[in-house]
């Protein structure tokens, strides 16, 4: 696995987002999923994405035993914000700086580890200044806490706002070929105008562009995505023709649905929005839970997309072609 810059903090091209291991996309397989992380390390996808909500708290402590003993070998990403109680329920967004240091110490204990390499904001507490926020941050880094920090999707004016206490390493969004909002709303521009790197989450459209979702009944019934707009009705049926769009090039190429989509947003790493130089680093965390499923997206890295082929991808799945906001409350987003 080549690797990419994220600011000053070198990764892999590709990493793996944990969540789904635990919890949202219906019953996992703990052993499995163990199993799916060290694979992924000996595939060399050494960048690990979780957060204390996802579980809650029980993805952390997944992944600290999974990496036990490989430490060196592992750039671990972690967030705080949505915070939970132990029953699951929700407690609302928090930004507080005396919560910041309350929820690291708290993640550095399930994670095993003396130090996180990327921390993010995971989402932004209107409540709070941000600067308030990023200034514990800071306090983090100068005590050895995290080596890195990062926000989830923020704003440009709460990027530059961060990014002028602390340094942003990492801005985090959803990004794939049916969600391109951070091309438009300025993000990925301002992310390439401060040096700041692009975690692309959701690159495979919550696994609906891998084109293996054909209906609702597809998704166990505790999966979360039937309670997304994308995923109901009238929006479900248009947007399943986007995918067979895309899997018509996947086929004549040979690779999977999935694999066109993941190598796309790779290859938007370094482009500008004409297509040009200059653009930010970008480096997608698909999410799975099965081995067989990780090896198929780490076989989209070796995927070398065409000028032609590019352009081909763009008029199947165009700036705005999914149908439905996605998420149910889209309110904590962009902020």
Known sequence: MQTRTLGSLTVAAQGLGCMGMSEFYGTGDQAEAERTIRRALDLGVTFLDTADMYGPFTNERLVGAAIAGRRDDVVLATKFGNERGEDGSFRGINGRPEYVHRACDASLQRLGVDVIDLYYQHRVDTSVPVEDTWGALRELVEAGKIRHAGISEASPETIRRAHA?????????????????????GVLATCAELGIGFVAYSPLGRGFLSGQIRSIDDLAPDDFRRHNPRFQGAAFEQNLRLVDRVREIADEKGVTAGQLALAWVMAQSGRDGAGGRGGATVVPIPGTKRVA????NVAAAEVVLTDDELRRIDEAAPRGAAVGDRYPDMSTVHR
Do not use: H, M
């Not at 602390?166 to 990004?175: C, D, G, H, I, L």
């Not at 969600?179 to 438009?184: F, G, K, S, V």
């Open 165 to 185: 206490v602390q340094p942003v390493t990492a801005v985090q969004t959803e990004y794939s070929l049916w969600t391109r909002d951070p091309e438009d709303d």
């Open 293 to 296: 499923y990780l090896e198929e």
